[in-house]
């Protein structure tokens, strides 16, 4: 049914870049530039524009076709055809894209669209999964726990190491492993360190090895909050 | 020179399972029973044991051969020739280990036994640096953060997600694209979120869809960390 398709792409961003090149084995892609002319044949529209301009550009669009943006932070717009195909994962430009290991976040406001995006969606990955936009947008909160705030810690990290005239790439082979390890026994099981053994005496010494204040701090709730969840 | 190499391993558990099995091609490899009776032909000593238990087995093995321990938490002994080889990474004895991709960290109290160390080490790994007792022991911190703290972020994403019914496999990506990306650029040119946007209305949405307690105080506080360390 696929082989048919024609499906224009709005917007040439880091996102709509990756999934223009990935649709083309898979069906007719048409780009579509910023006067928003949507060729008649188009069955879809895939609007891969900022988050702040994604309801402004749907408002533009024929009424009669299906309409999804790839904004896991915007909620699916009303449209009489719409839905959301989101692709979780960060893209660059520059950066080659494995779509087998990314998972697609569907959504649309009838069963036989859902069912359209989820023959797409399949044809580029098997993690496909629907989630509403309420679900979406819980997931925002949990996407910046296991990326920027784990970014962060690096960030941390590495300056302590530096500080201490010891180089970073010491930490390389550990950081690549942790969410292997997270992924393949699940982080509840996978959780090592002073905090879960209860291992006051290292936690104390590492307290006063931190010279910053904020970062003391962070050290000490991330270790209550290590003890609590695993003691309740 | 490492060709006639004799090295006695002591301790069967993760690390001494997998030093015996990548130093058996390299040298001639003597594991040592709990008796501690060493080769006479052993020219360098492993001890794999648990850190508590270093100290006391270093203290009964002979005097004139070469005393490494593996134990990255533990200073170096005074024996009279003593060293560390130590290999940060996290071990076990069921899941294979690629030695190139692995840090190991050396010290030695002797200009030629680090060159021993060096030389056996490199076989394994080009990622060899030579750190000291107290680099090891500020080193720690640094483990900390990126695994354990990092690990401890996957549990509470994926609480958040499944209270709010989203599989979690939607994370998988993302959590893998992580440590890539942040050795790639650099943690601190890799951050991204509303923290480091100053996106204070997502902040606030999400801060308000948080329903623990314990896991808003440290979302606040990663949130301000993240924002203070990019505006210094």
């Keep these: 049914m696929q082989a048919g398709l024609h499906i224009a792409i709005v917007g040439n961003g880091n996102v709509g870049h990756h999934l223009q090149k990935a649709l083309e084995g898979i069906a007719t892609v048409h780009p579509v530039g910023r006067d928003l002319i949507i060729p008649e044949a188009c069955d879809l529209i895939m609007v891969c524009v900022p988050d702040d301009s994604v309801a402004r550009v749907c408002e533009q669009l024929p009424e009669n076709k299906l309409v999804v943006h790839t904004a896991g932070a915007v909620p699916m717009q009303d449209n009489n055809r719409s839905g959301v195909f989101y692709p979780l994962y960060s893209f660059s430009k520059d950066a080659e894209v494995n779509w087998s ?3 697609i976040l569907l959504e649309a406001n009838s069963t036989e669209d859902l069912g359209l995006l989820k023959e797409l969606a399949t044809q580029l990955t098997e993690k496909v999964f629907e989630v509403s936009s309420a679900g979406r947008n819980q997931l925002h909160v949990s996407a910046v726990l296991v990326n920027n705030f784990t ?9 302590h190491a530096t500080q201490h005239n010891v180089p970073v790439e010491t930490l390389f082979a550990i950081m690549r492993q942790g969410p292997e390890k997270a992924i393949q026994l699940g982080p509840i099981n996978a959780q090592t360190g002073p905090a879960i053994r209860g291992d006051r005496s ?14 003391r701090s962070l050290y000490q709730l991330l270790s209550d909050s290590i003890h609590n969840t695993h003691n309740r």
Tied chains: 1, 2.
């Design 101 to 103: 290991q990314i998972p």
């Design 202 to 215: 290292t936690i104390e010494a590492h307290l006063s090895k931190i010279q910053d204040e904020e970062l």
């Design 151 to 159: 970014n962060h810690l690096y960030t941390l990290a590495f300056d």
